[in-house]
């Protein structure tokens, strides 16, 4: 048979009561200026529309769900849901008729809502299971007069009918049977950390376990779609090691956690998890929100330089508070932390939403999608948090608004972070291009370079043989001697020059070719000092008794002593060169250093760029490349070199690189 009208009556109230009422009743967290700012342009509304209806009894036609919504009547006092006999029959100078569904805030207090249920005249059946709308409202008591004249609880309904331990069920539904009870009126008590603004729902049993399928259905669905983005973006994140990406994972596992937690699904899938545990967990990912938010915010948006001050002051502001937070969750005052992160997150929210906006308007593709997914976000999470805090009357809107706030904005920002991804990819892949064809490119110069090289050589040397043949004539005139002796000068920079040229070319397009290897520096010093007297005067070479070794590729660290010692030659021709080697911690150092007028300090920093001579370098061959390629083959070996004037002594150039370590893991 379908089930028969219900009519759900109300409490009334005399004015006298009302007032004592309304002084009992302790304020929500917040301002109280706020409180009544909002109140009159959000709530008020709302209260006046329903005062019609108040204390008029509701004719139900056959209804499967009936909202109790502005046919409750609440009281507050201070303790635990215990002595309903001192609240029963409630006297009207503790009860107060609200017009809508509970909103009562954050609040230590325990809160008694009294409604009463009459029962139609024909038969029918009587039997209805009662929801309290927000998951967060564990383990609420119930109670009903029994026919003996007992005040009876009654257990949730879940926990009678599936469970057989003593623990109460952590969703509150309860049967309740109208043939059993003495009179309809029920007494139901709340005392929870969590916000108390709820629904109470009337259903017939078979309604309720469908419309309870359909929405665990509908919750696997979006909780299935969070975890395939977490995985998605946590294998993003590792491979392109993008710190976008990494925050953008650790916010949506946040969010998810927080998502999970509000609907308190791991208390039904472990039902012995103890509540202090569950509300320390999500009371953590809560206060974690605004510093993952503000950190993802400008991270995504790409924070412009001159803001960067701006945001560390922010950033550190934000990380306090949640810090805060934390510490008053841990320290089991959550009703207390809860109210005022979640303030803060509106703060950060409103911050987030104005540099939006800035950068939206300044042309910043990010800042679109940022401000299109996290509107929706932001409604969602300002439409929850007044209702938390007991502004707004909760309805299925401000109940699951965040929620699908948040996975509406969950699936916009991944979006566009896969549609910057693909633009990633897709510069990378014409950067390899680019690259591909630069190094074809320089492969065709190399093959011209060493046509030309080869074209060039024969002249030069045809050039320096006929001088050295005319030169050899003991005939030859000393006018005519020095025009030839100037033609072989200028034979030998041409071919210095074109020489210089090649081996910078060979050495970029193959020094990645070149193996490094393990070396004894010691033994690399003496031995170059050895292949240098070929072609001059012996340096001197100062080595410690322990070898010093060092990883790079040891014919390119002789070319860079070769060019040093070149260099000390040329400008210090009077002067014998110095090669020092020595263990300076992790490092192994060794220098070049000769006695001479040295470099102009201003010029000290100049010395190593490309094509760079010197201003005491006029009347000496060279084309500016010999330091370049000694500062490009140490920095490819993570060494670094340096050059000073030492006081009324020349110029010492000294190169540090990196130690070897042995096996055990120590310096040798």
Partial sequence: MPPSPVMI???????????????????????????????????????????????????????????LKGHLAVHRNQGQCTGVESVAPPSEDQFQNIAGSISEGFTDDAVWISFTLAKPARETHSIWWL???????????????????????LSGLLNRKIFSQPQEYKKSIFEIDLDKAEDNT??????????????LLLWEPGEFVAHATAKRFAWGLIYGAYLFSIIFFSMVAMSTRNRVY??????????????????????????????????????????????????FTFAYIELPTRWIPVFQCVKGLVIMVSLAGVYLVMTNRF????????????????????????????????ARYFLMAFSVFYLGAVVRWLKNIGYLDSNVYTENGYHIGAFVHMLIMSGSILLYYRKMNEENKHAQYQLKAQQELQKDQMDFISMVSHELKTPLSIISA????????????????????????ANDRMGSLLKDFLIRERLLSESSDMVAEDFNLNEMLHSTASEFAVMSG??????PLTPVW?????????????????????????????MRCRAYGEWAEFSVFNEGEGIPDQELPLIFKKYYRGSNSAGTAGSGLGLYLVKIIVEKYQGYIQASNLEGRGCEFVIRMPRVRTDAGHLP
């Avoid at 308190?264 to 472990?270: K, N």
């Avoid at 001088?467 to 100037?486: F, I, Q, W, Y």
């Avoid at 012996?538 to 080595?543: G, I, L, N, R, S």
Wanted: charged share 15%.
């Fill in 9 to 67: 009556l109300t409490h009334s109230s005399r004015q006298g009561g009302r007032e004592a009422a309304l002084a009992n009743r302790k304020p929500c967290s917040g301002g109280m200026v706020w409180k009544i700012l909002v109140w009159m342009l959000i709530a008020l509304p709302g209260q006046l529309a329903w005062s019609n209806h108040l204390n008029h009894p509701v004719e139900l036609n056959d209804q499967d769900k009936i909202n």
């Fill in 131 to 153: 929801e309290i709308g927000q998951p967060l409202l564990f383990n609420a008591v119930l109670y009903q007069k029994s026919k003996e004249g007992d005040f009876h609880r």
């Fill in 186 to 199: 029920y007494y139901l008590c709340i005392k929870s950390s969590a916000a108390i603004s709820s629904e």
């Fill in 246 to 295: 990494w925050i953008y994972t650790l916010y949506i596992i946040n969010i998810f956690l927080i998502s999970f937690f509000s609907g308190a699904w791991p208390l039904q899938f472990l039902p012995d998890l103890s509540l202090d545990t569950f509300f320390k967990g999500l009371g953590l990912c809560i206060c974690l929100a605004p510093s993952l938010s503000i950190l």
């Fill in 335 to 366: 009703n207390v932390a809860i109210p005022w992160v979640q303030a803060c997150s509106m703060v950060v929210m409103l911050l987030g939403f104005v540099f939006g906006m800035i950068q939206s308007v300044l042309g910043n593709p990010n």
């Fill in 466 to 489: 006929s001088c050295d043949n005319t030169l050899a004539d003991p005939h030859l005139g000393e006018d005519s001697r020095s025009r030839v002796e100037k033609i072989v000068r």
């Fill in 538 to 543: 012996q340096p001197a070479v100062e080595t």
């Fill in 550 to 578: 060092i990883h790079a590729n040891e014919q390119l660290m002789k070319l860079v002593l070769f060019n040093l010692l070149n260099n000390a030659m040329r400008y210090a021709p009077g002067c014998e060169p110095i």
